[in-house]
Structure formats: C-alpha cells, structure tokens
C-alpha cells in the first residue's frame, strides 16, 4: 500500500472536520432517523464542497481530489458513523462520473461545476412500470423533431425526483431493433414544461418515491450524453462506478453503532440489551458477518487499486452488503420491542433538536426503508444470476 | 362445552366470518376504522356483536356461547385476512376472562350486579373491555407485575402502569391485573380488577401503532376501586394466564389470516408480471421461495389449532402453556419471513402504501412483536421443556 495517503492521518482530520463543521440540527436529524430535508442537504453540501471533499474521487481537472478508492471508503465511514446525511449517490457516483467520462465539453461545462459546489440534484428515471429488473425493455418515446427529443412516457420508483433539478433518463429512440440497441441516455430538465411528479408514499411512511409523467416534452438534442441509441452500454458502464462502494460498509456501521447504542440504552430484567444472551449474541453475529464482508470487499480494493478487473464477482459485495443492513434494521427493531410499534408521521419529518434523541419513533420505518437495498440497483435475484451465469458459469 | 359441536358448523362460522370481511368490510369501510381516532367503528363494533361473535367467547354462566378457543381462532383467522382494524381479539378475549370469572366471582350483592350489567353489554356490543396485563419494559412477558393494589376501607387502591393494551382507546372499562398482599398467602397474588375508563387517577395515552391498530398505556395513578371490582376466585392467576394465553394464540390465528391473504396477492402477482419475456413465477428459483412460505403457512395454521385446542378450562396445563409458546414463537418466525418475501418478491410496489399489499406487509410485521415476539416464546418454551425433563410425569406450573 506504498502509494496510499496516510490514512490514520486523514481519518483523525476527518472527525475534527466534522466535529467543528458539521451543523447540530443536521446532526440531530440524522441521529433521530428522521428525513434529512432539501435545505439540509444543500448547507452540508456546501460545507463539503468548501472543503473540497463533496467529489473528492473525481479527478482534479473536473474539481475532485483524485482520492483512491481506500480513501473514498474511510471517508464514507467517519461520516456515516458520525451522524452525516448519507450523499445522494446518483448525482455524485452516477451522473457526474458518467458525464466526466461520456459527457460533452458542453455538457460538462454545463452540469460538473454545480454537481460539484452540491447545488445540482439529479435524480435516475431509468425503472417504468413494466421494466424493472428487465429494465431494456422500456417504452418511454423520444422522438427526434428538429433540435429537439420529445419524450413521452412515464418512470416510476424515481427517487427523490421531489429534490432533483434533472434528470438522467434512459429513453426509446428505436423500436425496431433489439430492445437494447434502441436506448438513449438523456439529460432532461426536471422544470421542463410537460412533467408531472406524484409521490409514492411507502409502507414507512415517507415519499422517497415518485412517479414521473413525460407529455411531449422538449429536450434540446445537445443533451443526448453518447451517440444516439447508445445509452444501454453507457448506462450499464455507469453501474460500475458504484460496483466498489455497493457492500456499503459505512452504511452498515451506521446501524452497527445505532443497534449498540440501542443495546446499551434499552434495559430488560434489570440489565442494559447488550449484556442479555439474545441481543448479544445476534449483535456478535452481524459484527461478524460486518468483519467478513469488510475483508472481502479490501480484496477487491486492493485489486482496482492494482488496476486488476474487478470483475462480475463483485457482485457479491452488493449481495452482502444490503442483507447485512436490514439485518441492523431488524435488530433495532427487535430491541426496541413494543416501543417500536407506535406510529407517528410527524415523527419522520422535521428538524429534532434533542441531542439524544429517542430511536424508537423511526425504527420501523427504517427498518421497512431497508428493505428497497435488496431490490434497488439489481435485485439480489438479479446478483445470484449474475454469479451463477457469469461467475459459476451455470 | 363448545357451541359448535361439530367441523359442519364450524366451518359455517369460518364461512359467515369470511362472507363478512369479504361483503361487509371492503377498502373504504376499512378506511373509515383506520381514520376512527380509536382505531374502532361503532357501528362495526355493532355488527360483530350482531354476527354473535362477541357473545362467543363468553362463558354460558356468564351468558355468552361458550365458544372455545378453537372458535374464536377460526373467527379471527378470517378477520385478520380481511385486514379488520377493530380489536376482536384484544377485546373478545378480556370479555371471556370477566365472564369465565364471573360464575364464582360476585362475593356480594353489588359485585353480581357488575357482573349482570357488564357481560350481556360486552355480549350486545354496547359496551368494551380491554385486558391491561403488560407492562412497559417488559416486552409482554407477563409475569413482571409491578402495579400494586392496597386494601382500603370499602376496597382497593391500584398505582401502576400498563403498557400496550391494544383496544384501549375507546373502551369503557379496562381489567387491570395487580398484585395484592393477601394476608395469609406468602408473597403476592395477581388478581384482576374491572375500572371503568372514567375512573379518576386513570390516565389513558392513546396511540396508534404502525399497522393502523390502536392502543394505550394507561398510567394509575391512586385510583379507587370498590371491593366488588376484584374479579375472581382463589384461582384467579391462573385464570388470568389462561386468557393470556387466549389473547395470544387468538392474535397467531389472527397473523395466519394475514399470511394467507399477503401469499394470495404475492402468488397473484408472480403468475401474471412478466419481466424477460416470461412470468416471474416461471423462475424456479422464485417456485421454491413460494413454496416455503405455503408451508409456513400451514404449519402456522396447524400449530395454532392445536394450540388452541391444547385449551384446559382451569388454568394453563404445562401442555397448553407449552403449546401456546410453541405456537407464538413458530407464528412470529413464520410472519416475519413472510412478510420480507411478499416485500422482496414483489419488488420496488411492495414497498408502496397505495398498493394493498403494504397494509398486510405492516400488519405482519406488527404482529411479530405484539404478544411476544419468538425470542421471548422460545425462552418460555425452553422454561417448559426444563420442567418437563425433571419431571416426567404431568405438574403444575
Ligand atoms: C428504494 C428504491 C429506490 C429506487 N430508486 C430508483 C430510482 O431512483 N430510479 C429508478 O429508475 N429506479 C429506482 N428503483 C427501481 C428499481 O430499479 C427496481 O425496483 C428494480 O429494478 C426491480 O424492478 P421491479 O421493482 O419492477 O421488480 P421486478 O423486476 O418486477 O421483480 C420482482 C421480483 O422478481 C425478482 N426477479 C425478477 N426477475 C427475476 C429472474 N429472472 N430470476 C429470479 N428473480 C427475478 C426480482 O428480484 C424481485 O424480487 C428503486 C427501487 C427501490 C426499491
């Protein structure tokens, strides 16, 4: 690991940086479970982005600091265990990456500053109704008029199309040829006239879903990203930048500390959770199955570190990594016991200002959030065909 | 015994329970119980009461039909499967312990005037009582019973708290279970009280819980009880573990009705989605997956009749008390996988509120935790598998 920065180093800078910076009621929110809001959001962006840590894998040319991978990761942890909003990774892993690569001078000139200073939110309109694991088989139509795309059609589970200034979209350009030859990759306005959202609520209660409705809407032809009907080999490029960051190590010691700080708090016969032989044993378990995937995943780190193909057997990180978090879900929510079960929407939302807050008002809801890892970003169906078929060779 | 001699009328009552839900309680009948700020609509409480089935639980001295455990799962099975917010099961099940109580209970004249006036109004469904037997920080283990009843002159005085006592909001009298110093006895006795909801130093906190059910903690605070409100014989503790055990094994009853209905949609869904030109139940992977949670579901079914019909009159036998934890901790692991697959196998529009789906899904999940999830059955189970080692032959617990 020679050319590594010092990362005990950085790790030390990184909790004094977020000791001093990072504002209480974001903090508080975060803490409490509770929907971080647009406005949240943006202030801690432009905090980050001061500090030049808000696209910190991006290359320098395009305002990032080229940090490793390694580094990427350390970062993601301090601030996942230190109560920081988890980033939007579609506007920074996805679009921005994928524009840095396949993007116009235009495009990036027009899209990379702002994603990089966090006043740009893109949101992902690839899933519809009818294609979601079988996402080529989409539907929604642009038709090319003169120095437009008019798009017609609707995306569904789009989330936090609510937030997003645009959007990147996979749409219909031919439907005459394979279904995955037909595809384009679009940058479309969400402000464009012709869009409609509609939340969805979920089973926890909150909107983080939406549906999207294109009626003839314009989309100027300079914001086709590629050649036209292109888009499904870039779109599947673009799943690899996040391939590495999908065992989402930090995200499961975010819940590991919260299921421990629930141990600690919540008393049964007389003695706090984390001494009784059940939570213990079930909170050991996780932190196991934690240890192993964090030694899986430094495998292949160190494998795109040495410029190695990851390959399609990465596909287990992900796997792993988003069983493992509703499995922290599950624990807290099984700790709380009753005090899980009252419901309040108002508890979901809005600023908490307790510097302790009670968890128990949002585990459920956490706890049934959890369970879209498995089936967002390839199902876990999806991850054990693409192990068997490409990995086992079945 | 039963009012239901035979499987023909039983199946007659599972039967009229199901022409209910599915006539009588459809989406915005449901609606309008979830928006009830006590989670129960009169007029449905009426209803239920007219189908007989509040009457049902009641013992014949105490002027219901004798229903038996059995009866009332069969009831509940098909409540739970048409997602019926109003607590039959919380509440049925308190009315049976005050009637079972009732033959030997009234000690004085004012007492069997309770009791004469209470039954035939829970029976009529004028009136409705909840059961407060748990309490908070005990994750409805029901032996910790910290709530204490003091003599005084013209009877007691209760100062406690109870926790989640589903069927609270809106009911008009509570049976609160404290303990007494009886004089004579060595430690204390559990015994149950009938107070009536406007009883001063009686505070209610009503709430709701995830899955659209309502319940309460009720805080006493000093509140006084005539003499004649201490329900029950020399027994009574066991009496009062016996519809414990009820509320319990009614409530899998009730979860395996959910099961059933959220397999139903989730089978549904996967023969007619396509997704790469084919159903997704053509996927053997996802065949076996529908397969488990069929079996689970029957297991589940099975292990909660048996349970229910393990039912002893007096008391909890070792055998039933064994089967009952047996029953909610199999129903719990069974409701939990189950409603994670209905969620993973339905993909991103399980996940939604406006799909029918996501109100079973919270149900299910809900209903781990109420009465006990499985790591606390389990423990009580391994409790009876202990006795049973040491002592082969049949004791008491
Ligand atoms: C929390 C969350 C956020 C999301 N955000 C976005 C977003 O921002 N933008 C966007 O475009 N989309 C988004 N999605 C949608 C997501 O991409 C789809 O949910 C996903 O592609 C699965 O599609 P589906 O939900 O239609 O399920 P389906 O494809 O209908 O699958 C249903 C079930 O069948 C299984 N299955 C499907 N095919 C097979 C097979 N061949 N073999 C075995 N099993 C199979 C699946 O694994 C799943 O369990 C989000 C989803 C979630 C849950």
Sequence with gaps: MSHEPDLAAFRTELRRFIREQLPPDIKATVRAGRQVSLAQFLRWHALLAAQGWLVPHWPREHGGQGWSVAQRLVFDEETCTADCPELNSITFDMIGPTLIRYGSRAQQARHLPPIAAGTQWWCQGYSEPDAGSDLASLRARARRQGGHYVVTGSKIWTSYAQYADWMFCLVRTDGEVKPQEGISFLLIDMRSPGIAVRPIVGIHGWSVFNEVFFDAVQVPVENLVGAENQGWSIAKSLLEFERLKLARIGENKRRAARAREIGWREIENGEPLMRRPWFRRRYADLQMRLIALEANSARFIERSRTGQPIGAEVSMLKLRGSQLIQAWEDLAVDALGPASLPYSGAALVGDSDLPTPDLAPTASSRRFLSRGFTIAGGSSEIQHNILAKQVLGL | ?397
């Design chain 2, 1 to 397: 015994m039963s009012a239901f001699e035979n499987d023909e009328q039983h199946a007659h009552l599972v039967e009229s329970a199901r022409r209910y839900v599915e006539r009588g309680y459809g989406a915005s009948v449901r609606q309008s119980s979830l928006a009830h700020p006590d989670g129960c609509n009169p007029a449905r409480w009426t209803e239920l009461a007219e189908l007989g089935w509040l009457a049902l639980p009641l013992s014949e001295a105490g002027g219901g039909l004798g229903g038996s455990l059995f009866e009332v799962c069969l009831i509940a099975e098909e409540l739970g499967r048409g997602l019926v917010i109003e607590p039959y099961v919380a509440c049925a099940t308190a009315g049976a312990l005050l009637a079972d109580a009732a033959a030997p209970w009234p000690a004085d004249a004012a007492a069997e005037g309770q009791c004469a006036q209470w039954l035939p109004a829970l029976a009529a469904g004028a009136r409705r009582i909840a059961l407060a037997a748990w309490e908070p920080g005990a994750r409805f283990d029901r032996q910790p019973c910290a709530t204490v009843a003091t003599r005084t002159d013209g009877g007691y005085r209760l100062r406690g708290r109870k926790s989640m006592v589903l069927g609270a909001p809106g009911a008009n009298a509570f049976i609160i279970v404290a303990r007494v110093d009886e004089p004579g006895s060595t430690g204390f006795v559990r015994v149950p009280f009938l107070v009536e909801a406007n009883a001063p130093g009686l505070k209610l906190t009503p709430y709701a819980l995830y899955d659209g059910r309502h319940a309460a903690d009720l805080e006493l605070d000093d509140v006084s009880v005539g003499a004649g409100m201490r329900i029950g014989a020399a027994d009574i503790s066991a009496r009062i573990e016996r519809f414990c055990e009820w509320s319990t094994i009614a409530h899998c009853a009730e979860t395996v009705g959910t099961m059933a209905a959220s397999f139903g949609i989730t089978l549904e869904y996967l023969k007619t989605r396509k997704q790469f030109g084919r159903t997704l139940a053509s996927n053997q992977a996802l065949q076996h997956r529908l397969v488990d949670m069929y079996v689970a579901i029957e297991e589940s079914r099975a292990i909660t009749q048996a349970a229910a019909q393990a039912d002893t009159v007096r008391g909890v036998s070792p055998a039933f008390g064994r089967s009952a934890a047996a029953a909610k901790a199999y129903v719990s692991q069974a409701a939990r996988m189950v409603w994670k697959e209905c969620v993973q196998l339905h993909g991103a529009i399980g996940m939604t509120d406006e799909y029918v789906l996501g109100h079973h899904i919270r149900r299910l999940a809900a209903a781990v935790t109420l009465y006990g999830d499985d790591e606390l059955h389990l423990v009580r189970l391994a409790s009876y598998e202990d006795a049973l080692a040491m002592a082969p032959t049949e004791r008491s617990f």
